[in-house]
């Protein structure tokens, strides 16, 4: 009798036709080899039904509907960025000049700030948001007081810095990584508005005001949450004592408006609800920069 050959009673892997094995799949029963092992509760899977089992699987979802991520990559991000602007300062001051936020302004020939006036002379020129400079906006939100300005120019950024970090992982981890970018960046733009509505001759840099924003959005989450409030409240309250305290060297202004900005955006983030959650949110946020930018327009028109 001529022995049967192995190839009709020895099963080889479905993906690798010349390896034999003696294990299938717990789930399809299909045979797999060691290299497409994979590890189940009981026994071993094959690549195709661990896949299908992972998009079954319902992910984890931020208070706000975000994708939880344990690295907060974009608080990394702002933070290199408002890191870069300021070495960039260092080697060419004229960027703060041309990028902070100014409503309107009257710079003389020889590059000094002047009270703006209806009439003139030919050599000075207006900047500002008032002469289309819409940018200033946002890009002051990435600029600090230069090295030239003492002590408290290196502080400037230190500070802010120290308190994104602190701030934006927290805030980041609770609403995700794109409702975070958003809040961060419609919290800057009501900062600089109500620069604009309010002193729009005064120049501004810092990214304090979208700070403040988080600060707001710290607040709104923990209500949101259910957290013990005392914490949070007495956080709050040096985060307003502070503004107060400031007030006489910084901008309130900016303060105030990236405080009110971010309490708003992070309302419309976290309350929004369930089944129409992503809808509502991007409605809100859109509604919130419209009617920043109106404002903005309107105020120009009368600078104009």
């Given at each position: ?177 794109v409702r975070y ?47 013990d409030m005392r ?74």
């Open positions: 009798m001529e022995p049967t050959p192995q190839s009709a009673t020895t099963p080889t892997c479905y993906r690798h036709a010349d390896t034999e094995t003696h294990i299938n799949c717990t789930r399809c029963e299909r045979p797999i080899c060691p290299q497409c092992m994979r590890d189940a509760a009981v026994g071993f899977q094959c690549p195709e039904c661990v896949h299908e089992g992972s998009r079954s699987v319902r992910q984890a979802r931020t208070v706000a509907g975000g994708r939880i991520s344990a690295v907060p990559l974009v608080t990394y991000a702002l933070m290199a960025v408002n890191v870069l602007a300021y070495l960039g300062e260092t080697v060419y001051p004229g960027i703060v000049e041309r990028l902070r936020m100014v409503g309107i302004g009257l710079v003389g020939p020889d590059g000094g700030r002047y009270v703006p006036q209806d009439a003139f002379p030919p050599d000075f020129h207006t900047d500002g948001v008032a002469t289309g400079e819409w940018y200033r906006l946002l890009t002051g939100a990435f600029l600090h007081l230069p090295p030239t300005e003492g002590l408290f120019g290196v502080l400037h950024i230190a500070l802010n810095m120290w308190t994104l970090w602190n701030l934006g992982r927290v805030v980041e981890s609770q609403l995700g990584r970018l958003a809040l961060y960046l419609i919290s800057a733009l009501g900062s600089s508005v109500l620069v604009l509505l309010i002193a729009p001759e005064a120049p501004t840099v810092g990214a304090s005001g979208a700070i403040f924003g988080l600060g707001a959005a710290y607040y709104v989450i923990a209500r949101r949450l259910g957290a914490g949070v409240n007495r956080f709050m309250a040096y985060f307003l004592l502070w503004m107060l305290i400031s007030a006489g060297f910084t901008s309130w202004q900016g303060h105030l408006g990236g405080l009110l900005t971010g309490g708003l955006v992070t309302a419309a983030l976290v309350y929004a609800p369930r089944r129409r959650r992503d809808a509502v949110q991007a409605v809100a946020c859109v509604g919130v920069v419209a009617l920043a930018l109106l404002l903005a327009a309107l105020k120009v028109a009368a600078l104009t």
